[in-house]
């Protein structure tokens, strides 16, 4: 039997070239440069407030079909996680003069969406185990 730990290091290892690459993106870099608007960053809060709010159900259903398992603090943290998320975003919008309304009323973009339907199917079909790693490759 593999060690989770051991199989956690060697995964982080083998996602460490696509981080970097992550990071060195041109829109991170010109986000960095100040070079991104406020129209841009406004779609990217729309996006994301689409994008955390299916998170959101999805991580609650993870608590509920983990809760009592061994996993159960880990999708309990996920949740965590989604919900400070979600403040940060409102936050976020709000200091773009951007009202939740607005942010509900946003038109996402199909591409930008895929991660949350395979979310979702994981939530539903997917064993603790399986989900843990989607979310180690996604973290």
């Known amino acids: 039997m593999v060690d989770a730990k051991a199989l956690l290091n060697e ?17 991170v870099q010109a986000l960095e440069e100040g070079k991104i608007g406020r129209e841009e960053l406004g779609l990217f809060a729309g996006e994301q407030y689409n994008i955390i709010a299916s998170d959101l159900k999805s991580a609650a259903y993870l608590v509920s079909r983990f809760g009592s398992a061994p996993s159960g603090d880990f999708f309990l943290g996920i949740l965590q996680g989604e919900r400070a998320a979600w403040d940060a975003l409102l936050a976020f919008a709000h200091a773009l003069g951007l009202s939740e309304t607005q942010l509900r009323e946003h038109e996402p973009l199909p591409d930008a969406h895929a991660y949350t339907c395979y979310m979702a199917w994981l939530a539903l079909y997917a064993s603790d185990a399986e989900i843990a790693a989607a979310y180690l490759v996604n973290f």
Request: charge should be neutral.
């Open 11 to 27: 995964i982080g290892k083998e996602l460490q070239p696509v981080t970097e690459q992550l990071l060195r993106h041109p829109y």
